[in-house]
């Protein structure tokens, strides 16, 4: 008979397994907080703690947005901005009309740090969003959109097992690039010896770079097959993908802390 432990622990895995999986998962948004943390001005460090409170960190709180998206419907397309993928540019009255896409989130929640009418509790709710949406801005699939939902239509066989496009992008690339401890060494020296470089820009041209990336790389490298089958992506694919993967890490991480550090002065 199986043990009361085991039969919880298939209940928790069937219910995990059939989860939508959003945005970076907890691990891209996991690394971007700690890759951003460890980039603060002591000033903005004793600030973002002091508006968290106690016993939570940027690490904590990088995928609460994600939590709480299916009980806050509102705030779904907040994650992310559909940018053509046969368009060479972003244009806001185009792809974010109603000001409710990643971009303008991005926008009203930094300037939100330092609106002096904002009550403590929403002020923290506007951290802890923009903390999880400058991840996500930089997954390229947050960026673009081909008429399937940035890639969440496309189905694809990764390495053998059937899943779609943009959970690859989320997740399914990153959990094969190894521990997240060695990873996070090695993308947080990369993020620090670029920061400088990378924070330059606006928040439009970050995404502009990330919506380049999706045509380049995550649409462009995509084998070509018949309509209707799955799309076979392996080691070839994940060859090119990796080191956007790890570019883009270190550039959110670096970019999340210069918009903490100019606005939490
Ligand atoms: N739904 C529609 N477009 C999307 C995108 N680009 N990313 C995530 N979810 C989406
Ligand atoms: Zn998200
Ligand atoms: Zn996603």
Not at 110 to 130: G, H, S, T, V, Y
Not at 154 to 161: A, H, L, W
């Amino acid at each position: 008979l199986p043990s009361a432990f085991m039969r919880k622990f298939v209940v928790v895995a069937v219910i995990a397994g059939c989860l939508p999986t959003f945005a970076w998962g907890p691990e891209g948004h996991s690394l971007v907080a700690r890759i951003a943390h460890a980039q603060l001005t002591p000033a903005a460090r004793a600030r973002v703690d002091a508006i968290l409170g106690p016993d939570t960190t940027m690490v904590s709180i990088a995928s609460w947005a994600d939590q709480v998206r299916p009980s806050r419907a509102a705030t779904a397309p907040w994650h992310y901005i559909d940018i053509p993928i046969d368009q060479p540019h972003l244009d806001m009255a185009r792809d974010c009309p109603k000001g409710d896409c990643v971009i303008a989130k991005i926008e009203e929640f930094r300037k939100a740090l330092n609106d002096p009418a904002i009550a403590p509790d929403q002020l923290r709710e506007d951290l802890m969003f923009l903390i999880h949406f400058v991840g996500d801005m930089h997954q390229p699939l947050h960026c673009s959109d081909n008429k399937d939902k940035g890639g969440n239509d496309v189905k694809v066989e990764f390495f053998g097992k059937p899943t779609n496009l943009h959970s690859v992008w989320d997740s399914g690339l990153l959990g094969r690039m190894g521990s997240q401890e060695r990873l996070f060494g090695r993308l947080l020296t990369e993020s620090e010896s670029h920061a400088k470089k990378w924070s330059k820009g606006t928040v439009e041209d970050w995404a502009e770079e990330s919506h380049k990336a999706a045509q380049k790389t995550v649409y462009g490298r995509l084998p070509k097959v018949a309509a209707g089958t799955p799309v076979p992506i392996g080691a070839a694919y994940e060859k090119k993908a990796d080191p956007l993967i790890r570019a883009q890490l270190e550039k959110a991480g670096a970019r999340l802390a210069a918009v903490l550090n100019s606005a939490l002065r």
